[in-house]
């Protein structure tokens, strides 16, 4: 089944120790390019995280987003900044003597300096990965769900286009016949008009003129043409894994003999149908730009 490369997946999970809340949101992008949005404590899991995404998505650009609240009662402790307590200590002494007032043996005084005194708490998120890939797995599943149902989407979109340029292919390939007798008489016309006063060898100029009015004649086009939307159809009901760039590659076949078409049928009516035809084709390619 096709994906889209666009979707949203959360999920929130907790236990007695820790809440964690993860969001992904999945936009278009040519490759897989993955933003982690996350406090550093969680560096130690981000490459299985990573992993973990790439198992479910080969494209798009994701931002992860996750936040967390510490529910333990973590242990905490006073760090003394020694070579700081004994500088300010020497200080005081020396304002003491210069100035000649009694010297402070109250330690307070020097504890309520800045930074002599530090408050230091746990840093280890031990355990806290039993809740984190949880919710983690879950957000990445909704994200896939919403990729898949977007996918779906467009796959309907892409059978009906298909529908609509086999319906213009028949009108522009009904052509073909008409124009290319058309163009060889006009040519036959114009080279006996030339001739007209001498003597010509009829079966040359048959020949020349079935030569030249060939290179009008775009059934080769058509078939090719005709190929590539069967060959999308395939693709689409094959569809597994990522499928964006190939159904990429495939659209511009198709504009290419769409192309060859037009610079080949010299007739107004044909040209507008390719030009319609272009349209369609440049439709699918929007589209195929949202595939996975």
């Not at 936009?27 to 982690?36: A, I, K």
């Not at 009829?202 to 078939?223: G, H, L, P, S, W």
Request: net charge negative.
């Amino acid at each position: 089944m096709l994906k889209s490369m666009t979707g949203f997946g959360s999920s929130e999970l907790e236990n007695e120790f820790y809440k964690v809340h993860v969001e992904i949101r999945s936009v278009n992008q040519r490759f897989l390019d993955l933003s982690f949005h996350m406090p550093r404590l969680f560096s130690p899991w981000e490459e299985e995280i990573r992993n973990l995404i790439k198992s479910k998505a080969f494209r798009g650009k994701l931002d992860v987003y996750v936040a967390f609240t510490d529910k333990r009662e973590c242990a905490s402790s006073i760090r003394v900044n020694q070579s700081l307590a004994r500088a300010y200590h020497g200080a005081l002494n020396e304002m003491s003597d210069f100035l000649h007032l009694p010297r402070t043996d109250d330690i307070s005084v020097i504890a309520a300096y800045p930074d002599v005194l530090s408050v230091e708490e746990s840093s280890s998120l031990e355990g806290c990965d039993a809740v984190l890939m949880p919710a983690l797995e879950q957000a990445l599943e909704q994200l896939d769900g919403m990729r898949r149902r977007e996918g779906k989407h467009l796959q309907q979109d892409f059978h009906s286009r298909l529908d609509g340029l086999e319906e213009l292919v028949k009108k522009v390939s009904a052509l073909a016949p008409e124009i290319v007798a058309s163009h060889r008489q006009r040519i036959r016309k114009v080279v006996e008009e030339l001739l007209a006063e001498k003597d010509i060898d009829e079966a040359r100029i048959i020949q020349e003129t079935a030569v030249y009015a060939d290179k009008v004649n775009y059934t080769e086009e058509i078939v090719r043409l005709e190929s590539h939307f069967r060959q999308f159809r395939q693709m689409l009901g094959a569809a597994d894994g990522s499928m964006g760039r190939k159904l990429d590659f495939l659209i511009q076949e198709m504009n290419r003999e769409a192309n060859t078409i037009g610079s080949k049928a010299n007739n107004a009516e044909a040209a507008q149908i390719v030009v319609d035809i272009k349209s369609e084709i440049e439709k699918l390619r929007e589209q195929a730009q949202n595939i996975e």
